[in-house]
């Protein structure tokens, strides 16, 4: 086969390619996105299967070793002030600060693209008065409100429960978390809903006869999925972090300790002044790391995306 | 597609027939305006239109950006609903679909990225509950084929051009006797262009389809149309038979379109700017709206509206609404 | 008054560059872009132009002819994976491609550009009258008061009214911002001007009038202009020589006069046949079939040959040499030779017409 | 006149935000377990006549709606936010009060140094795009955007505080220490870690910002045109890019407010900065109720009315809003 042929066809065959597996494909490219999707992979692992990789989660009466020990052969991470292994915590950690952050991330895109959708496809006054209250959501310190809405929640609904073995304290939290920031993606769903209602095809579909589902169904969904997608990350690393603060402040739960929680521990036993390194490092660069390689991951597919529709015009 | 075309003179209704169409895009009122009970003063798109296209007719609205055309042609397709006037196909209101279709400017815009061609002709049919086998003969009649290999591409893959065909394709599904086409080949290359008018006329000839063909571009309307009616801010200044209107313009703003026109012919004298300034952009102004720009105009033309008049020596159908129109000095 | 900063004005040349040269003359101008994969596309493949002084010179070509590619090379402006593979750029004997080429000093002093577009070309946040005060400012090394004094009168000389003085571009209508532009662009009186598209954005009327103007200060300042238009009859109206651009060569060129009435390359007869015509009254237009080339995947030979109606078989395989047969009337077509030196005679390219509004 | 209307706009909108507010405290309120005279009940300092006395005044004999809404709105308006538990039944104005001045010490200064650097970063990023100094740069700025606060505090304290012992750990002055200008250097002395954190913590977000728009600007015609004009670099980025790429940063800094309100609060935690947040984790722990209400409509009201400054100030700053037209 010539090269040119070759080259043909491989065109021939990234044309085939629909949009969004288009784009996956790409971020493939991009070095600094696959690391990134490297560490997200080897994280959810981590957050999967944490007792095949490092045992069950120590408690204050299962932990073994001294307190505040540096790291060691034997405590590749140290240990904590209860003599607890921070390896162990932090490979736990990773199962609810995962799972906080994607739930959270899965409420927020519901809220946030449904309004979105529909407060720009609607447009008047129903836009008018949801973008008032998402502009609202926007503005406020959020947090603040989450901090006087989580301990609000969780006495209503008592903290003893469990549903599909999740603790009621975390559901508390994934629901303040979703309540809170659903906003900026309305926003982004809004505006890119607002300006795919204004484009030809659009217009043309509804000259035919389309129903206002049917095309939002055909033309409006399936042309934001993409965008949707690379917000979606972007708010799951929101997501961890602003669980990682809730955590941080108490509002977490003690039994099932996140990287937040970890890092509560070290405040309340003053690991700075006394130098524990180990106690904040360990789970402060889980949460780093897994915050800037979603961060890269998201904002990686907004660039492709962005050269995408470029090209396209 | 056995219907003949039929003769443009038939005393019989026009296919459609436009009356009295005017549009005003409301201003946007702020809840601090409703409080002060501010008066919502709009920009006039249309001011009391009258147009006919008769079956098998080719018509070009001819007009500068800012002079309503693609509002006209939006009202006309009912994607707008006109303030006051009627608008009517057959007979009937602009509801019925399925006898009037859609060429739109930019054939990248109009084909959603997402979907293929074969869906994308599909659509009107599904929506209007007709038989899927008019997918094929629509691309076929447009000119692609063979139809069953573009059925399953999507618009990427095409050309500027070949998108054109494809958005006519779609609009030729419904079985229109009238397609509305805005400014079908302006962001075509000149090489693309050929082409698309070639088909324009072909469908003409042999399906007897009508088109309103809306064009800034003076000497592709000429040549294209039938008939030729210049709009300027939202109302219509002249309308004639195209060689008429062309070979002997009686309105200030058409000779003045007709001066500016530049010509790749040696033997041209070369362009020069009959009219001052530009469109305005904000109030209309009273009486004759082009009374601002024109070099003819006396204070007589502030007073009223100049009603569309048969030209002074033009032939049937010419006509032009300028007070003046009867003692302009004769184009150089 | 309107001759404020014009051609009275004794012009110094920078260092190097000598009167006696032609004013702006490109020899086998070759630009090449490297794409993200990798492959090189050859924008511009080495082409010849060249203008004096108060003459002004048509570069037509569809889009992607790499009409603009030149714009870029001359004000050294290219995006950064562009690159001048060969060929010389000289104003007045100074080399403007050479290493350490002194462009930042002909930039604007010597050769400005009216961009298509001024509503993108000129900045949002800034007044026009200082935007067209800048160059002279910091170029031209006038203190603050002679340069807004300068801009006025620059402004006033394009057309824009005493009380749009201190407008920002969106205050202005399309027209007033072409004529803006004009005016930043003669800001330190340059000796060459160039029109990338200057009224494609432009409705006809304004058009005319932008080009009426244009004309009056070419002849005002001397100006060489370069018009760069896909508007065969725009240039046809303003300039006295054309060089016609397909897939980064120039196929033909020379008087206008000679070309617009006896076209000899396929390309240029079915360019000047692709519109109807109002006011030469001529509805037949010329079907081109097929799509401007892919610049990456070039065809071999002749680049038009794949859409020549007049193409053999050594069109698709041999690059046509470029005959001069008259002067500065070049013509790069093998169906053509130089013969006797007399012009050679035209042949009509058998074109499919089309005759619109035959019933 | 487009502007002004532009502008009552909003203020309007500001307004209706605030009215949300006091809604949703309202709610908020009333969802609070128990009801707020029982929570008073839980302060043995309020005695039988202050209890009957703010029955009274929150009309809890009366329906929710409309009354109790009307109720407190009014008292809401009136200043009157009610009694803090933990702080022995004192005003919950009085006691916020007294924990502002700290908390605007160290976000105020914060933000200004984030906003200086975080410009400097993001224009230098942004000019440099795609070289290897703008890689660095982004991953640096992305780095500290990416830190909890709490946790660049904790480690602020570990290294300039405990192993090198520059600084204080924690704490607003050295208990017993001098007054004068020692005690101001000693004041400064405290908050050079917490303002250096939320410092640190903002400037990514602002280069990122700023990196983004400037890049942006680059691809737009009157940069083309200032290249074209020859004129250097560093006049086009200053008098070209950074006018047109400021303006979103404008509105992020005052948007942000909430955030950083946010981020500040850990940092008080951390630092046992005696300020709001601080304020904030202990009424948490004590369930002190009307003093996170309180807190949160202060907040609330605040960043409401920096959001209504930055609209102010990009009208200044951009003459195409100036003049009503599209933006």
Not at chain 1, 27 to 34: G, N, P, Y
Not at chain 2, 76 to 94: H, M, R, T
Not at chain 3, 89 to 116: H, N, S
Not at chain 4, 163 to 170: A, H, K, N, V
Request: aromatic share 6%; net charge neutral.
């Amino acid at each position: 086969m010539s090269a040119s042929a070759s080259v043909n066809l491989s065109t021939r065959i990234r044309k085939r390619v629909s949009g969004g597996n288009r784009i996956a494909l790409l971020l493939l490219r991009r070095w600094d996105a696959r690391i990134a999707i490297m560490i997200v992979s080897l994280l959810t692992l981590s957050g999967v299967a944490p007792e095949t990789l490092v045992g069950p989660l120590q408690t204050a009466t299962t932990a073994t070793a001294d307190a505040l020990l540096p790291p060691s052969g034997t405590h590749l991470f140290g240990t904590d002030d209860l003599g607890r292994d921070l390896l162990n915590l932090t490979v736990h950690g990773a199962r609810i600060s995962l799972v906080v952050g994607a739930l959270s991330a899965a409420i927020t895109l519901v809220i946030g693209g449904g309004i979105g959708m529909i407060a720009g496809y609607r447009g008047g006054r129903v836009d008018a008065l949801l973008m008032r209250v998402a502009d609202t959501f926007l503005i406020l310190p959020t947090f603040v409100l989450a901090l006087i809405l989580a301990p609000i929640l969780r006495e209503l609904i008592g903290d003893q429960t469990e549903i599909f073995g999740i603790r009621t304290t975390l559901l508390t939290i994934v629901a303040v978390i979703g309540f809170t920031s659903w906003s900026s993606t309305a926003r982004i769903v809004r505006s890119q809903t607002l300006s795919l209602r204004e484009r030809t095809f659009v217009e043309r579909a509804r000259l035919v006869g389309l129903s206002p589902m049917r095309i939002i169904a055909r033309h409006i969904f399936p042309n934001i999925r993409t965008v949707l997608v690379a917000n979606g990350i972007v708010v799951i690393a929101g997501s961890i972090l602003t669980e990682s603060t809730l955590s941080f402040i108490g509002l977490g739960d003690p039994f099932q300790p996140s990287w937040g929680t970890i890092l509560g521990n070290a405040q309340s036993a003053a690991a700075p002044s006394l130098g524990a390194w180990w106690f904040i490092a360990a789970p402060g660069c889980a949460i780093l790391i897994t915050v800037v390689a979603c961060t890269i991951i998201g904002n990686a597919i907004d660039e492709l995306l962005d050269r995408d529709v470029r090209v396209q015009r | 597609m056995s219907e003949q075309p039929r003769a443009n003179t038939s005393a019989s209704a026009p296919l459609l027939r436009v009356r009295g169409v005017s549009v005003t895009y409301a201003a946007q009122r702020s809840i601090a305006d409703l409080l002060a009970r501010r008066p919502a003063n709009g920009i006039v798109a249309l001011d009391s239109v009258d147009l006919d296209v008769n079956a098998g007719e080719i018509v070009a609205v001819v007009g500068e950006s800012g002079s309503g055309k693609t509002t006209l042609a939006r009202v006309i397709a009912g994607l707008i609903d006109a303030d006051e006037g009627v608008v009517e196909v057959e007979g009937e209101g602009p509801n019925d679909w399925r006898s009037v279709g859609m060429v739109f400017q930019d054939p990248y815009e109009t084909l959603d990225p997402k979907r293929t061609l074969g869906e994308f002709v599909a659509e009107g049919l599904e929506a209007q509950g007709l038989p899927m086998d008019r997918v094929n003969t629509s691309l076929e009649a447009a000119e692609l084929l063979p139809a069953a290999a573009f059925r399953d591409r999507v618009p990427e893959e095409l050309s500027g051009g070949q998108r054109q065909r494809v958005v006519i394709a779609g609009a030729l599904a419904l079985n229109p006797k009238l397609v509305i086409a805005d400014e079908p080949v302006s962001m075509l290359d000149v090489s693309m262009r050929a082409q698309i008018l070639k088909l324009i006329e072909q469908l003409r000839r042999d399906q007897g389809i009508a088109w309103l063909f809306i064009t800034h571009d003076l000497s592709l309307a000429w040549a294209i149309s039938d008939r030729v009616v210049v709009l300027y801010l939202g109302a219509v200044v002249e309308e004639g038979a195209a060689e008429q209107v062309l070979r002997n313009p009686a309105h200030p703003y058409t000779r003045a379109l007709l001066a500016a026109l530049p010509s790749t012919d040696p033997g041209a004298a070369s362009t020069h700017s009959l009219a001052a300034g530009e469109i305005p952009q904000g109030d209309t102004p009273s009486g004759c709206r082009f009374r601002n720009r024109c070099a003819h105009a006396v204070e007589a033309c502030a007073n009223k509206r100049p009603p569309l008049e048969a030209a002074p020596g033009g032939g049937a159908g010419h006509r032009v609404a300028c007070i003046r129109a009867a003692e302009l000095p004769p184009l150089s | 008054m309107s001759t404020a900063a014009g051609a009275d004005h004794v012009r110094q040349l920078p260092a190097g560059a000598d009167a006696a040269s032609p004013l702006l003359e490109i020899s086998g101008l070759r630009v090449s872009f490297t794409l993200s994969d990798g492959r090189r596309l050859t924008a511009v493949d080495g082409i010849n132009l060249s203008v004096a002084p108060s003459e002004a010179v048509g570069l037509a070509g569809e889009s992607g002819s790499g009409k603009s590619t030149v714009v870029g090379a001359i004000m050294g402006l290219l995006a950064p994976n562009g690159r001048i593979d060969a060929g010389n750029i000289r104003y007045r004997g100074l080399d403007l491609v050479a290493k350490g080429a002194p462009l930042r000093r002909t930039r604007w002093r010597e050769i400005a550009v009216v961009f298509q577009g001024s509503l993108v070309a000129l900045n949002p946040v800034i007044k026009v009258r200082d935007q067209v005060a800048e160059a002279i400012e910091l170029r031209l090394g006038e203190s603050a008061e002679v340069a807004q004094e300068k801009a006025k009168h620059l402004l006033h000389d394009v057309g824009i009214p005493e009380k749009r003085l201190n407008a920002y571009p969106h205050q202005l209508s399309g027209g007033q911002r072409q004529r803006a532009m004009l005016a930043v662009a003669l800001s330190c009186s340059p000796a060459v001007l160039i029109g990338d598209e200057p009224t494609t954005a432009l409705d006809v009327i304004v058009q005319a009038q932008i080009l009426e103007l244009l004309d009056r200060m070419r002849q005002e300042y001397g100006l060489g202009l370069i018009l760069i238009t896909h508007d065969l009859a725009v240039i046809a109206d303003m300039c006295d020589r054309v060089a016609i651009m397909y897939a980064g060569r120039i196929v033909e060129s020379g008087s206008v006069k000679e070309i617009f009435s006896a076209p000899r390359h396929p390309y240029t007869q079915a360019l000047l046949g692709a519109a109807p015509d109002a006011r030469a009254g001529r509805r037949t237009i010329k079907v081109l079939e097929g799509h401007p080339p892919d610049l990456s995947a070039l065809p071999p030979g002749c680049h038009f040959a794949p859409r020549c109606p007049l193409a053999d078989a050594r069109c698709r395989e041999e690059d046509p040499p470029t005959i001069e047969y008259a002067d500065r009337v070049t013509l790069a077509c093998h169906r053509y030779s130089l013969g006797d030196g007399k012009p050679p005679t035209p042949i009509d390219a058998p074109y499919p017409t089309l005759e619109l509004g035959k019933r | 006149m487009k502007a002004r209307r532009w502008l009552l706009g909003r203020l309007g909108g500001a307004i209706a935000t605030i009215l949300m507010v006091l809604l949703l405290n309202f709610v908020l309120f009333r969802l609070m377990p128990g009801s707020p005279d029982r929570a008073l009940a839980r302060n043995p300092r309020v005695s039988a006549a202050a209890m009957e006395a703010a029955r009274v005044r929150w009309g809890l004999d009366k329906p929710i709606f409309p009354d109790q809404l009307i109720a407190y709105v009014g008292a809401t308006l009136k200043g009157d936010f009610g009694y803090s538990v933990k702080y022995g039944g004192r005003e919950v104005t009085s006691v916020i009060g007294e924990k502002i001045g700290p908390t605007l010490l160290i976000v105020g200064l914060g933000e200004i140094i984030a906003l200086a650097a975080g410009i400097a970063l993001g224009a230098w990023t942004g000019w440099r795009r795609g070289r290897f100094g703008d890689r660095v740069g982004t991953l640096g700025a992305l780095i500290l955007y990416s830190m909890p606060y709490f946790w660049l505090g904790m480690l602020l304290i570990t290294l300039f505080a405990t192993t090198l012992g520059w600084l204080p750990t924690s704490g607003i002055s050295t208990p017993g220490g001098p007054g004068g200008i020692e005690g101001a250097i000693d004041l400064l002395r405290h908050a050079a870690l917490p303002i250096a954190t939320i410092a640190l913590g903002l400037i990514g977000q602002y280069a990122i910002l700023l990196r983004s728009s400037v890049a942006e600007s680059l691809r737009e015609g009157y940069v083309l045109t200032a290249r074209a004009k020859g004129l250097r670099d560093e006049r086009i980025l200053r008098g070209h890019i950074l006018p047109n790429a400021l303006l979103p940063t404008v509105t992020l800094a005052a948007l942000n407010a909430g955030y950083v309100i946010g981020g500040a609060l850990t940092v008080e935690i951390v630092f046992s900065w005696p300020g709001l947040g601080l304020l904030t984790q202990e009424a948490l722990q004590s369930r002190d109720y009307p003093i996170l209400q309180g807190v949160f409509l202060l907040l609330s009201v605040s960043v409401v009315m920096a959001n209504l400054l930055a609209d102010l100030l990009y009208s200044r700053l951009d003459p195409r809003v100036r003049h009503g037209a599209a933006r």
